[in-house]
């Protein structure tokens, strides 16, 4: 009888592998700023293809010597001299490494950051977070009320209750400007940085500082740490320098441009960008430092340390330096520096909205409700106190953009760490280190200001 064969032993069956968890929680939707996303072609040629990128990085340098940034520079340098230049310094390095991550995620993920809050986590995490980046905006606007209405003050006579009021008119500039398109908004704006560099250098010229101290100024020092009160205006300088809205606008504004889909068109569009915001941003550390610098070697160095307002500040600059024409330059720049800021945060605006909560309004309809709600405490702080306490109040903004920071930057750390979510262009091991650092020391500052504070209070 022939022997049958058997079948040999087969292996148990292994459960299926569970399938990867998406990367985001829903799809990509409409892009923030529709209007202007990929409106910008990229011609043929290395040279031609990366002008073509520069002004993203020149609108997001405008946030980093808004008038907001001029109180806390002003007050830091009139009362601690140049040591404070190092918290600028600082403050930059980290900009530019925050500003490099939102470029890498608009190119690598196709969303800016309030697009990917929104469809990476629940609606009971991105609406708080909408909340405090729409806060963050609005401590904004009220600096740029503020510094427009002060500078039509100085320039024209006009009284600062009616300068606040006509800020709010600024929307039909916007809407016109948008209307002719993304490059020659971009080209206002870096004509409008040029008029307060310009007016800075002959500042400085005349002011002639010490260089030698000025370079010690960009030296560290504990003294920022254990005195609670530069510790206060280093924070202040911190919020003016790195904004949490200029996150949510880079990423945003970014997408402009219409780079290709392949891996190596992307990583070229990142190196573009990433040069753009580098320079950008550096010259900015140049203007703000100028402010500090203005007023260490005019105030501080002639024992007027209690300087704090811009009007202060203009006032005294004739008889310190010497000089009829310094106080129209420090005018001419803080307008142009207003009205540049002006035109940033509208886009800002628009893009947390459009982004975190995929919603479509006439722009000049958020201009003027975010501009009604910034004129309120700005309009009430010039009729209660007038020119005394537009100060306090910018250098206040100031903190409590610092305070919101980490809510922008650790998400915006944690999705470029994201290899699911970036892909090919997910930040490089290096560069998480270095992001996350940043994070940290943002958070740790705060903590320490607000243990600070609490303490003096009790």
């Not at 606007?141 to 002060?150: N, Q, R, Y």
């Not at 000025?214 to 740490?225: D, K, M, N, Q, S």
Request: net charge neutral; glycine share 8%.
């Amino acid at each position: 009888m022939p022997s049958q064969s058997q079948d040999p032993p087969r292996a148990p069956l292994s459960a299926p592998a569970p399938a990867p968890a998406p990367a985001w929680r829903r799809a990509r939707g409409e892009a923030a700023l529709g209007e202007m996303h990929r409106s910008v072609a990229l011609p043929q040629g290395f040279w031609r293809r990366l002008a073509a990128f520069v002004g993203p990085g020149y609108m997001v340098a405008v946030g980093y010597m808004d008038p907001g940034n001029w109180a806390t520079s002003i007050a830091g340098g009139a009362q601690f001299g140049y040591t404070l230049l190092f918290v600028a310094l600082l403050s930059n390095l980290m900009a530019v490494v925050l500003q490099s991550l939102c470029a890498r995620l608009a190119i690598g993920a196709g969303r800016d950051l309030a697009q990917a809050c929104r469809d990476a986590w629940p609606r009971a995490v991105a609406v708080p977070l909408w909340l405090l980046a729409e806060g963050a905006i609005i401590a904004t606007d009220i600096a740029e009320v503020i510094g427009t209405a002060i500078g039509l003050n100085l320039l024209f006579g006009i009284p600062l209750e009616i300068g606040v009021v006509i800020t709010a008119l600024d929307v039909v500039l916007i809407l016109w400007l948008q209307r002719r398109g993304f490059r020659r908004l971009e080209a206002l704006v870096i004509a409008l940085l040029g008029v307060v560099a310009v007016s800075f250098g002959i500042q400085i010229a005349l002011a002639d500082p010490v260089w030698s101290d000025v370079i010690r100024g960009f030296a560290p020092t504990t003294e920022i740490l254990a005195n609670p009160h530069m510790l206060y205006l280093a924070l202040g300088i911190l919020g003016a320098t790195v904004m949490p809205h200029n996150l949510y606008l880079h990423s945003a504004i970014v997408q402009t441009r219409a780079w290709g889909g392949s891996l190596p068109e992307k990583r070229e569009a990142l190196r573009f960008a990433t040069i753009d915001s580098t320079v950008a941003l550096t010259f900015a550390l140049a203007i703000n430092a100028a402010i500090l610098i203005l007023a260490a070697a005019a105030f501080h160095a002639s024992g007027q340390t209690a300087v704090t307002e811009i009007q202060d500040a203009h006032m005294l600059l004739a008889p310190t330096l010497g000089s009829v024409v310094t106080p129209t330059l420090f005018a001419v720049a803080l307008l142009a520096s207003g009205l540049n800021s002006t035109v940033t945060a509208t886009l800002a605006g628009q893009a947390v909205m459009e982004g975190f909560l995929d919603l479509r309004i006439a722009p000049w309809l958020r201009r003027l409700v975010t501009r009604g709600i910034a004129i309120v405490p700005a309009a009430g702080a010039t009729i209660l106190w007038g020119s005394e306490g537009t100060g306090e109040l910018l250098i206040l903004t100031q903190v409590i953009l610092s305070l919101q920071l980490p809510f922008a930057v650790v998400p915006l750390v944690l999705f470029t760490s994201s290899p699911a979510r970036m892909g090919g262009l997910v930040a490089p091991v290096w560069l998480r280190i270095v992001a996350g650092a940043v994070a940290v020391l943002v958070i740790v500052l705060n903590l320490k200001l607000l243990w600070d504070f609490t303490t003096l209070a009790l």
